[in-house]
């Protein structure tokens, strides 16, 4: 084991200062390097080991690190870095640490660091070490570990494995441009490198502007990538032998480092064990690990991890949808779905069920279950797996509120004789089967605000209708708006343009009316209706706001093949309905839709459509019973069940 990393391991039982770490490495690795050296020392290429023993089922603690910079709002692709890092940390049993790689001063962001803290925390990835939480190998700021770096640098340069570079930005053009007209490589030509150690020494000590240069070797290190195996890019010499070298800067001239330099450093002083990254940052990391073998340290196990990418397989963009986490929290997206979602980007597990909470992805994840390539994106599942966190947040494994168990016995018959009549409760609230839950009371606050007429247990009872087809709240209020309205007419079929909806209602009615008149069937949609009518006048209006009640007598369905006739009535009078109740959009079922809006809105709404298929003779009864049930343009009464009142004659 180099000395370095001995004393380091060493003094990692106890806090250490940067500054002080990088004083005591130095002189090690400074001794072993020598004054002169030029060649690269050997070093291990055993990964650092974690921070405790492997056992038989489970890899030893790792030490991971996201490690962002604060240049703009977290992406997805950052998202799933983060949460991949996350997951093998406390898989393993070992740290997370937060790093903020702040060294590019000039593409920092004001906002942008404490944006990074509101969103990792927002999707549940608390860090372990970090800004706001310190740790042992503080500071965790790139730009407050600038003299660590600096020391380093000049470890490189008098091991002679770095220099200074002098050059100014007008000759490094100049000499590009020479060289591309020559259709040479236009990398830099090493003229530093022939100034002596001291002359080179006496100049920086004047405050001449330079950088630091790493000095590349004619063939870069092969490395082990755990998803891609062994990894050797293509040799240098070609390029030296024409005078072109591609020297990375290390150090710039304003004495920060670049990526480069500060993330070797400071993965091996945090002890970091995996780097698990995106693979745009593989074509560096021949670099980095040259680096480490320079400077004599075990070099951590690398995973670099496919792009996202759209169905064009393109990298992933704005233009493909939002791409910022941010944007997803403020739609309403639950951070236990996003986590779902993305930590299925390019990894695969041995469950039957998509469906993860954060520990079931703990308990499965793996380094080996990361899967080779860039990973193509579709939105489609964000939207199951959202609807099925929110059923899990909402404890929503209940059937739906018109279907529930009655409580008391009533005698309210069955459209369908052979169904058994069952109980029905009575004077329960239907928004009473709804927990308590911030999405549902972000739904209840925005449907106040919208509609302050209404009181909230009909507000709950609307959102319990339909709550099955949640999936963000904005979206959710939009399909419950038609439970608001005392007309549905007037915002729907009879609008100014009809609805696509209410108009495909009309339309499919009519075009069934015509074809059974063709047959001989003079029918009208009164007659088709009405059976349905008869049987829920019968139940008393103290008895309909309540759970089970309606369901009991709603008719089944008719086998098509057994009697298509039959069953494409049936499919009428359900589009009639759906059309009367709700404009013809769907959403809730039709049971819990008349539950919802209660006996004299559902009565009054079907009344109310009914105009719109004039017969040329009334059917009385249903006349008899509708006549009781009137819509209420101005609101009255709108706090309750039915804007309607009742005609008393």
Known sequence: MAPGLLLLRRLALRPQSARSLARRCHSTAASQLGPNASAPIAASNTPLCGTGPATATKPPPARTRFAPSPTGLLHLGSLRTALFNYLYAKHTGGQFLLRIEDTDQKRTLEGAEQAIYDTLRWAGLQWDEGPEVGGPFGPYRQSERAELHKEHAHILVKGGHAYRCFCSHERLATLAAQRARQNLPTDYDRTCTHISAAESEERAHKGETHVIRLKAPDDYPVFNDLLYGAIQYGSNKASHNLGSYSDPIILKSDGLPTYHLANVVDDHFMQITHVIRALEWMPSTPRHVFMYNCFGWAQPAFAHVGLLQNEAKKKLSKRDGDVNVESYAEKGYLPEALNNFVALLGWSHTRQDDVMAMKDLIDEFSLDRLTVGNTIVTFEKL??????????????????????????PSAVPSLSESAPTKSIPTASDLGSTIPDHPIIENVVAKLRS????FSEAYIKRCISANLKNYLLPDQFVDTLQHFFVGSIAGTTYRADPPTKAAMSGVEAIQKYLKKIAEKGDSTPIQKIILPFVRQINKIPEGE?????????IFPHAPDKKVDPEAFQ??????????????????GASIPDTLAALGKGRSLGRIREALEMFPVKKRVKLLDRILV???????????????SIKKDIE
């Open 450 to 453: 919208q509609h302050p007429g």
């Open 383 to 408: 939207a199951f797996l959202q609807k099925a966190h929110v059923r899990m947040a909402l404890k929503l494994d209940v059937p739906p509120l018109s279907q529930l168990p009655p409580t008391e």
């Open 628 to 642: 009781n049930y009137v819509l209420v343009e101005d609101g009255e009464g709108k706090g309750e069940a039915g």
């Open 569 to 586: 009535r049936h499919t009428i009078q359900m589009k009639f309905l759906r059309l009367a109740l709700a404009g013809g959009v769907g």
């Open 544 to 552: 309909w706001e309540t759970t089970g009640v309606i369901s009991d």
